[in-house]
Each structure stands twice: as C-alpha cells, then as structure tokens.
C-alpha cells in the first residue's frame, strides 16, 4: 500500500464528507470520470459519507476500485439494478426541477427493505397504546434505544443495514430526542436487564450530550449493562484518544463501571486494516482502561471481507487489543443486498476455515449468525446423510424464549443467502417452524408453502458475485 502516508496525525477535527465533496475527493486521488459519475448516481439513493482519517489512513487508493475499505464506504457500480442507475445517472446530470429524481429515489429506497426482519412492524414498543419514540424491544432482556442525535456516524458503510435512519425520511426513522420514553418504558419492564445505546453510532455525539442519555439509566436498579453500539474505533478512533471530549467520555465510561454495571463497547470492525493504526489501537486501550468491555462484530461481506484468512486476521488483532470476538453476522435483506449477500454456505465454509485457526480466547465468536424475524439464527455448518444434504441451525436469540438454544434443519440450499430461501425439514419442532415460518419456508406438509415474498421464490434478485451456474449449482 505504497500511496498510504505512513504517519498519523496526532490530533484531527472531524469533518464529514459527503457527496458535495466529491469532485474534491476524486480529483485528489485520481478516481475516473466514470467511478465518480457511479459514486454521484448511486449516493442520491445510498448514503455517502467519509473523512479524512478513512481517505488517508484506511483506503489503499493504489487497488481502487477493488480495495476492500474503497466499497465499504463509497458507493459501487452493481448496487443498483443498472437500468436505475443509468437514469439515476441523467437525471443526476440534468440542471433544473429534482422532482422525477426525487420520485425515482423514494421508488429505489421502498424497494430495498428499509426495515428488514419486522423492525417497524414488531419491535416498536408501547407504553398503554401509545408508541415510545426512538425505541426497539425485540428480546426479552434487552432494549434499542436510538438518542435522536446520534443518528448519524462518522462514515457510512455501504453495506449498512441502518441506511434507512440516514436518508433524511421521518417515516424511515428511529430517532429518541431524549430518555424520557426509554425510562417510562423501564419502569414497567422490569424484565430488561440490557440496554443497547445504538444508531447510527451514538459516539457522534458529544459526551455531554451522551451523558444526557446514559446518566439517567442508571437510576433504573434492574438494568445491569449499558451497551455501545459504535463503528468510531475504526472510523474515527479520536474520539477516544484526541477529541476535546475524549477525557470526559472516558470518565463517563469510569463512572458506569463504579455505579457497579457492566458498560460494553459493541465495536463494528469489519476488516483487520481498521486495527492497523495507531489511533485506533490506542482507542481501544483507552476504552479498556476505563474497565469498559469490548465486544466486536461484524457482518460477512462480499467485496469486503469473504476470506476466510481476512476473518482470522481480524479476530486475531482483536484478541491483540484485549477486545472479544462476538459475531459474524449475514449481511441483513436490506440496501444493495444482493451486491453484498454471500450464501450461506459459503459463510458457513469462511466461519469454519477463520475459526479453526484461532486461539481458544478468540473462540468467542458466533457464526455466521442471522439476524431475522423470529431471532438470531446460527448456520452451523451442513451435515449429509443417505437422505440428502442440510444446513444445521440453532436459534442463539429468539423472541420466544422457548425457542432459544434449540436446533433445527433446513434442506442444503447452495443459493440460500437468507432464512426465508430456506426450506425447512419436515422434522423441523411445532414451535419453531411456527416462528421460522413467517420469514423461512416449511415443507411440513410435503408441499413448500411460500414464505414472505423476499425469499428466493418471490424476489427479483440480481446477480451477485457469488451467483452459479445452474449445472454448478447443482453439483455443491
Ligand atoms: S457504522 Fe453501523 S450504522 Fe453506521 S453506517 Fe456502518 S453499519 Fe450503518
């Protein structure tokens, strides 16, 4: 990576960069006429966001357009169903009324699943029969709470499965303006143990602004641990280490520990290059100093980070840092789905070949994990007997408590990128085909009856990379 500086500046002033500073971006690193005219078609629908810690010290712009962190955060030709890109791409150009551009974009975004896995239908809580604002209540034990300025993160992954809470649409949005609704819905769940602070990336704000959010949960003697979902290890490590409220954000983390709960920085680490700097290693150090645990995640993603050896890396710098591998994720049915989506057994092959490299400390991780309808599914790998191949499953979170921990098979699917291209075997318990059965597909009854019309059988799918030949297919 030849054209990287090797040096890092000792302190930064955040500034995000967006599509009006394109032409600025890609004039200084040389991007072609036609990547930039790609990125501007496609970032009217996706967000597009950046800064100079990501531009100078994560993308290797001597491998554009094929760098890793280059399509993790901007935009890519094969996101879009091409003929919409195309004439995303005139009317991009053409000067005068936006309004057949803002019509086409509205049209683009309701068809790329906004909210996947029942998130506007399901997980909205309610107090007596009105909705709380800015809050998710999928598992028993733990709340989504989304401070209204949070919304936002320091850049955006392509691939991000929020992109819906960044496109300015209120109806598309989750978005608490203070805790008020979060506590009046603790007082009367008792059963939440587990609050995950998420967004965006709620390390946006500024710490009096988190602190305005946090230091009211403390209060509430049955929640024992606060959660961070944050991707500013990797997208702006300052914010630890160099911020002018770094300090105060690191005392506020103290202060948690000292209340006697647990606060847990859910870290988004989505390839080993973001633990190659020195900002972000001392992030991480600063975090733990605190007494802070760290825990990282990420999904699988094609183009980014489908390597098995990619994944062994990753987990391995991370033990390095002191912080936990958590989960690999499937990539969720939402946004450029398809440009992104590795089949699941392909996953499963990546999970198992990363895995079997690690050190026992590193063995936390889970995956390749979905995150759907009726709770998180683990692929646990494909089995064959005289009667045919499958995949073996296990539900790790359900909104059924019931179902938690609990195996189950579906038939071996090369294609299958998600739960509802499955088939579950007819073998498959009551209770979860019942659960599994709104998202996945059942031959219970010997006959495949139609799962949402997502799956396989109903979605227009584009090719992705990963897509076989049918001959192909049939042979895995
Ligand atoms: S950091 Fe998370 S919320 Fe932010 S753009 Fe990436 S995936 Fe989305």
Redesign the pocket.
Known sequence: MSSMPTTVPTAERFRALGPHHLDEIADRYGLSDDIRETIRAVACVLPFRVNEYVLSNLVDWDDIPDDPIFRLVFPQRGMLDPADERRLAELARAPGDRAELRSLVRHIRDGLNPHPSGQRQLNVPHVGEAEVRGLQHKYRQTVLHFPGQGQT?HA??TY???WAQFVGDPDLRFAAPTPDGLLAYLAVHPEVEDVLVT???PLVMSTERLRAHLEPILGVETVRTIRIGT?SPAYWPYRFVTDHDADDLLRLFEEIVASGRNIAVMA?LSHPRELETDPARRALARVRGTGALVYCQAPLIAHVNDDAEVWARLWRAELACGAIPYYMFVERDTGPHDYFAVPLARAAEIFRDAYRTLPGLARTVRGPVMSATPGKVLVDGVEEDGSGRYFRLRMLQAREPALVARPFRAHYDARATWLDDLVLTPDTPADIAAAVGTSGRSDMSGTSTPGTPRGLAGRARRRSRYDLRPAEASRR
Do not use: A, E, I, N
């Open positions: 993160c955006y992954c991000c499965f929020r967004g965006g990336d991707k988004h």
